[in-house]
């Protein structure tokens, strides 16, 4: 079973509207999380870190992390067509002798214009 | 500031040839060093890491091999390229701590065995 599950798989928006991504974990061993953005044909980048329950706010960037459900989610506010993009939850667990950082199988993101 | 190089940018490459991409890392000393694979449009998946010179741990068996022969350099390899190397290789470095490491990838390498 894959450690970190996200949903939608794809999800299409209008310029300036509100996209809304979800990733869920079944390893209650996962202290760390992150969201990361790949544009097509480059390497992924990471646009936030999220370690405490609660929200962090990153410009038009919103993450919500509840370590209690396992549940992570990014928001992203005003999109825009740069948006666009594949979006990879992350996660790790504290001290892993393996360096492990677990991705899920990403959101592919449209934004219309 | 810290700067990742991945070479070469694509390779189409027969089956059962020999394979060897490189990173680079400037800017940053002892980093920890990854290499990941993605199939198109697909998860990353963690094939090695290294935490220093000439210590590299295998995370999933591909018959890939990697190698740390200086701080800044990680090279993945192998022999006898498969049909099922196809894909994205990525190379990644993080701070040189325990846990909660941001990857910085590389703009990959992209293979395609024919």
């Known amino acids: 079973q894959q450690k970190v599950q996200q949903s939608p798989e794809s999800l299409s928006v209008p310029e300036g509207g509100m996209a809304s991504l979800n990733c869920t974990s079944s390893?209650?061993?996962?202290?760390y999380f992150w969201w990361y953005r790949q544009h097509s044909g480059e390497g992924p980048k990471a646009l936030m870190s999220i370690f405490s329950d609660g929200d962090k706010k990153e410009g038009r960037f919103t993450a919500h992390l509840n370590k209690a459900s396992l549940h992570v989610s990014l928001h992203i506010r005003d999109s825009q067509p740069s948006d666009s993009a594949l979006y990879f939850c992350a996660a790790s667990e504290r001290g892993d002798s393996n360096n492990r950082i677990f991705f899920g199988d990403g959101t592919q993101l449209v934004v219309k214009p | 500031a810290q700067t990742i190089h991945q070479w070469p940018v694509a390779e189409i490459k027969a089956v059962g040839s020999p394979l060897s991409l490189g990173c680079t890392i400037k800017?940053?000393?002892?980093?920890?060093l990854y290499w990941y694979w993605q199939a198109t449009g697909g998860t990353l998946q963690q094939l090695f890491y290294?935490?220093?010179?000439?210590?590299v741990e295998s995370v999933v068996q591909l018959n890939l091999s990697a190698s740390r022969p200086k701080d800044d350099q990680f090279i993945l390899s192998t022999e006898k390229l498969l049909l099922s190397h196809s894909g994205f290789y990525l190379c990644?470095?993080?701070?040189?701590?325990?846990?909660?490491?941001?990857?910085?990838f590389g703009e990959g390498s992209r293979l395609i065995v024919v």
């Open positions: 390893d209650r061993n996962f202290q």
């Open positions: 290294s935490i220093t010179v000439g210590q």
């Open positions: 990644a470095w993080s701070l040189g701590t325990n846990s909660g490491n941001t990857l910085y």
């Open positions: 800017g940053k000393s002892s980093p920890n």
